[in-house]
């Protein structure tokens, strides 16, 4: 009987250290999440901040109190682009007469190019652009942080905090395209123009004569391209300019335009 006993009270001593044990680990995991999440959101803050100050004469403070205020306490997928409306009134766009670089599935091409030549800019070479730029996040019902995890993809949502973010800021760039404007496209696609795109469903539907006087499509080619500048798509893009604007294309290999990027002495233009 008293080896029986003492048999249980092992049992149950064992039984208790475990739970302890248990206990213990749920309690440490929370703890080392809790402070990487901390540490995550401190990081984008960071991340957002040192970039934003590279951009003189901005109160990236201000900036961000707006950036914020579009998505906290809302439900990841329900961020309309609209939220976005006071940091753009925050953050606007300079007025970039003849020098504005629009780009679809071009993005390493268009970023090379104008990385190297300071007379165009892209979206993401504004200052909203810029300190967003790769970067993921979103809010929470009943919370005021800012997530940097658990958010939807750009395809899970409609209206997740991200796609709104950038779906507003092309608008406003498409907004401010004034003079020539220039977009890089795809010559190794079969449609290099795709109304689906956000150049095709916001920012080219921005453009208006006579603020806009031509565009510029560069359509970027390779030795494995299948268009050229009669591609159906083109001429669609060209047809459902608004009336006024006027239209040129140009077909432009890859490697000219990585060539004539590297030389300071040539201007932009002279590169298509």
Not at 148 to 156: A, F, G, I, N, S
Not at 161 to 177: E, L, T
Request: proline share 4%; aromatic share 10%; charged share 25%.
């Amino acid at each position: 009987m008293e080896r029986r006993e003492a048999n249980r009270q092992e049992k149950r001593r064992k039984r208790y250290c475990l739970i302890l044990a248990v206990i213990l680990l749920v309690v440490i995991l929370a703890i080392v999440l809790g402070v990487t999440l901390s540490k995550t959101r401190d990081d984008f803050n960071t991340i957002f901040m040192e970039r934003c100050q590279k951009f003189k004469g901005y109160n990236c403070q201000k900036i961000w109190d707006a950036f914020q205020q579009a998505y906290v306490n809302r439900d990841r997928c329900d961020v309309p682009p609209e939220a976005y409306d006071p940091l753009i009134a925050t953050a606007p766009f300079e007025s970039l007469c003849n020098r504005i670089m629009f780009w679809s599935k071009t993005k390493e091409v268009v970023h090379d190019f104008t990385g190297k030549k300071g007379c165009f800019k892209t979206v993401e070479d504004t200052l909203l652009g810029s300190v967003l730029n790769g970067l993921k996040w979103c809010g929470k019902n009943g919370s005021s942080e800012t997530f940097t995890t658990v958010c939807p993809t750009w395809e899970e949502c409609e209206k997740s905090a991200v796609r709104s973010f950038w779906n507003r800021v092309s608008a406003a760039f498409g907004d401010a395209a004034c003079g020539n404007v220039t977009v890089m496209l795809n010559g190794s696609i079969d449609t290099p123009f795709s109304p689906a795109s956000i150049f095709g469903s916001i920012e080219v539907k921005k453009f208006k004569s006579p603020k806009v006087k031509n565009l510029n499509v560069v359509l970027v080619t390779q030795k494995n391209s299948v268009t050229n500048c009669t591609n159906e798509s083109l001429q669609n893009l060209m047809m459902g300019l608004d009336k006024g604007i006027g239209y040129r294309c140009f077909e432009v290999p890859d490697s000219h335009l990585k060539e004539c990027g590297s030389d300071p002495e040539k201007p932009c233009g002279v590169c298509w």
